[in-house]
């Protein structure tokens, strides 16, 4: 058995064989804007992020650098993304960082989101 398995990926058939990996920030993070009952909200979502050496308990959204809500870690059984949805109140352009946090208090942030101004 052990001569089969070694040729399956060249022989690393065990979960610690694999190197470490630190926490990643949200996967695919995405943000689209709407116009519901005259007001302007925004959606972000992505895609669960990997855990390092502890596991992870929340997102952070951020707008324009200031937090605006997070979102309780939950593993991911599905591609339906997390979502967070953001009323925004004046029609300026805004931009949004998502923030993975983990119990150690370690954070990685995904790219950032701008949203235009509406007209």
Do not use: M
């Not at 990643?24 to 804007?33: D, G, K, M, S, Y």
């Not at 116009?35 to 959606?43: F, I, L, N, S, T």
């Not at 959204?61 to 949805?85: A, C, L, M, Y």
């Amino acid at each position: 058995i052990e001569q089969k398995t070694a040729r399956v990926k060249h022989g690393r058939t065990n979960w610690f064989q694999a190197p470490a990996q630190p926490l990643t920030p949200p996967r695919e993070p995405a943000v689209a804007q709407e116009v519901r009952d005259r007001q302007r909200v925004a959606r972000i979502t992505w895609h669960t992020a990997y855990a390092g050496d502890e596991p992870i308990c929340r997102y952070e959204i951020r707008r324009d650098g200031r937090q605006v809500g997070q979102v309780e870690h939950r593993p991911q059984t599905s591609k339906i993304p997390f979502t967070f949805k953001d009323t925004v109140a004046d029609r300026a352009a805004h931009t949004y960082s998502l923030h993975t946090v983990d119990v150690a208090g370690r954070t990685a942030a995904a790219k950032e989101l701008t949203v235009p101004a509406t007209g």
